[in-house]
Nanobody, 111 residues
Framework: QVQLVESGGGLVQPGGSLRLSCAAS????????MGWHRQAPGNQREMVAT???????NYADSVKGRFTISRDNAKNTVYLQMNSLKPEDTAVYYC?????WGQGTQVTVSS
C-alpha cells in the first residue's frame, strides 16, 4: 500500500521555525512532483510549495522567502522548512505526490 506520512508539526511561537517531513513508502515517488498544501479552519486547501523530480520549486506568494521545500530522493522524503512563522500559517499541512495524499500534520503558530 502506498503511503505518505507527514511529521514535524507542532506548536511554535510567531517568528519561530519548524521543519516538516513527508516520507513516501515507495521509491516511485522519486519520479513524481511533490507538494505541500495546507488547510486552515473554514478555508479551502491551498498550495504552499511544490518541487519537481529535478528540484525545481514553486511557492505561494504568502510563503515566498520564508519557506523552503526540498527532497531527498535516496530517502524518498520531502521536507518543508518553515521560518519566520506567522499566526496565519496555522493550518493542517498535507503532503501530496501523484494522486496520493498524506494524513496531515497540524501546525499552530501562537504566543
Amino acid at each position: 500500500q502506498v503511503q505518505l506520512v507527514e511529521s514535524g508539526g507542532g506548536l511554535v511561537q510567531p517568528g519561530g521555525s519548524l521543519r516538516l517531513s513527508c516520507a513516501a513508502s515507495a521509491s516511485r515517488f522519486r519520479i513524481y512532483a511533490m507538494g505541500w498544501h495546507r488547510q486552515a479552519p473554514g478555508n479551502q486547501r491551498e498550495m504552499v510549495a511544490t518541487i519537481t523530480p529535478g528540484g525545481s520549486t514553486n511557492y505561494a506568494d504568502s510563503v515566498k522567502g520564508r519557506f523552503t521545500i526540498s527532497r531527498d530522493n535516496a530517502k524518498n522524503t520531502v521536507y518543508l522548512q518553515m521560518n519566520s512563522l506567522k499566526p496565519e500559517d496555522t493550518a493542517v499541512y498535507y503532503c501530496c505526490g501523484g494522486q496520493y495524499w498524506g494524513q496531515g500534520t497540524q501546525v499552530t503558530v501562537s504566543s
